[in-house]
């Protein structure tokens, strides 16, 4: 390794730490809370190392199962960037992350973390590691699919290496936002390995990022019609009714009655007599 300090993310002791960790205690719980089902790995045939993996994000499952799907040759030092002002904020939170999935501090707009690096995972690349991004920047709170942000295709063109894209389809319903265990009855989950892929010639990072995101969701959605799951679509229009109907809620209890100045249904002030 070019630096001393990067050392643990591809040195022997701490892998065989995290095959340990994996195989026998994360990936065990995992695959028997939800059945899982894989499709796509005739795309990572020709896979090597270093390269870029994005995925939706929509539960705390996405990374485990990413993890436990992949081939152990390309699995073994992948390093996942989580969030530096809330994985590594203290020992017992980053202790586990880092484990579990070799991971890296990520610095978030907005946040501010003692333990982030800038620039430290185009330095991981460079050194032949593999990584694990989740570019909306935070777990959909609905399972909706927001925008990729560019950094990680910008992260891939400027080291030159594949973007693996990944969909995760099922994983919200299987444990969604501020569930701290999968639902019971092992619901199904899907993971989906796409073709790597490359910038174009002349391709500016928005534009990568842009067509990554079009071919995930692609993906999700083409899996959850065969499986007649919520594809994107569902879930945005889920989202929309709820806003709606809360949006439609606001403005009944809002409503003035004409006249008196009271709410629907209110009762008359003390200096209105009541009707007969």
Known sequence: MSDPKLSRYTSAGPAVARMVAQQLVMKPYIWSAVHVHTHGMRNLDSLKPPF??????????????????????????????AAADYFFDTWYKSLPTTLFFNSFPVLRQGHSNRTGRRGLAGELLSDGVPLLLFPE??????????????????????????????ALVGAYAAMPYGATVPVPGRPHVHI?????????????????????????????????????????????RAVALRQAAADAEKERRTAVTPFTGTSPGSAPSAAEPEGN
């Open 52 to 81: 870029v993996a994005v995925a939706n994000h929509s539960s705390h499952l996405d990374a485990p199962l990413i993890y436990g799907s992949l081939p152990r040759r390309l699995s073994r030092n992948l390093s996942s960037g």
């Open 192 to 236: 989906v390995f796409g073709r790597p892929l490359r910038a174009a010639p002349g391709e500016i990072a928005r534009q990568f990022s842009d067509r990554l995101h079009r071919y995930v969701v692609e993906m999700h959605d083409t899996t959850a019609r065969a499986y007649g799951m919520p594809t994107q679509a569902d879930f945005a």
């Open 137 to 166: 920047g935070t777990r959909s709170r609905t399972g909706a699919m927001s925008g990729f942000t560019p950094g990680a295709a910008a992260l891939a063109i400027s080291r030159d290496t594949p973007v693996l894209p990944i």
